[in-house]
């Protein structure tokens, strides 16, 4: 009805047009472009990025790269994805939906990727379980995230936080614990760094940066404190 479209369009408009730009605007930032850098590295033959949002990933994967698919339930900035697709050597292929459900064979990818995603997916360990399903066997996936704070304070404020921080960031979450989510879903972690982003307030700024693979693989599991 009339008062329903009255409320929902400012959402909508909110989520559509300004949220992305301010998202775009925040990550593209030297210090997460150098972040994206070091994650992708080791990333080569046919990548799966979930979570895709406007690109940002692009220039920093590597030319050992053959094909990047994608998947994201919204499609941001259009003109600006497109700018960015257009700058690399490799196909784009384009899927718009989540990623609890990946519409792809199994043990397809060499590599699936995400970077500031985890935190907004309504089911994670459901989502990682299918990424879990369409990696080779010898695939790895590589992550990039934010999220619950070691610190006892830290997480109190997020949890209290949280609520706020999911509409004002259209479904991001301040509290989850990556590593935990990862092993739920069945996966081994190879690698974890966790650390504090500098010049980000630690609510949003606690990270996670990892590698895993399937369960079975000769797994190197440690963390390392920065």
């Known amino acids: 009805d009339a008062t329903t479209t009255f409320h929902q369009t400012p959402t909508l408009m909110y989520a559509t047009y300004i949220f992305p730009r301010l998202m775009d605007w925040v990550l593209r930032g030297e210090r997460f472009q150098a972040e994206r850098r070091q994650l ?3 990333v080569h033959g046919v990548v799966l ?3 895709f949002g406007t690109g940002l990933n692009l ?4 030319s050992t790269v053959t ?6 339930p919204a499609s941001l900035l259009p003109d600006r994805v497109a700018r960015r697709v257009a700058q690399v050597s490799f196909p784009v292929h384009f899927q718009q939906r989540s990623a609890e ?6 043990a397809t990818f060499d590599n699936v990727i995400s970077t500031f995603t985890l935190c907004t997916i309504p089911d994670p360990v459901k989502a990682l379980r ?9 695939g790895r996936f590589l ?12 997480a109190r404020w997020q949890d209290r936080l949280n609520p706020l921080q999911n509409i004002l960031a259209c479904g991001c979450h301040l509290n989850r614990r990556i590593d935990r989510l990862v092993l739920d879903a069945g996966l081994r972690l190879e690698q974890l760094d966790r650390y504090c982003l500098p010049g980000v307030p630690r609510i949003g700024g606690d990270m996670y940066r990892g590698t895993a693979r399937l369960n079975g693989y000769p797994s190197l599991q440690f963390m390392h404190e920065a």
Not at 59 to 62: A, E, G, K, L
Not at 130 to 138: M, Q, S
Not at 143 to 154: M, Q, T
Request: proline fraction near 14%.
């Open 130 to 138: 299918d990424i879990r399903r369409v990696l080779k066997p010898d």
């Open 143 to 154: 992550f990039l995230e934010h999220g619950r704070s070691d610190d006892p304070l830290i």
């Open 59 to 62: 220039p920093h994967y590597p």
């Open 40 to 42: 992708l590295v080791p």
């Open 67 to 72: 094909a990047l698919h994608t998947v994201d």
């Open 49 to 51: 990025e979930i979570g």
């Open 101 to 106: 459900q990946l519409p792809f064979d199994d």
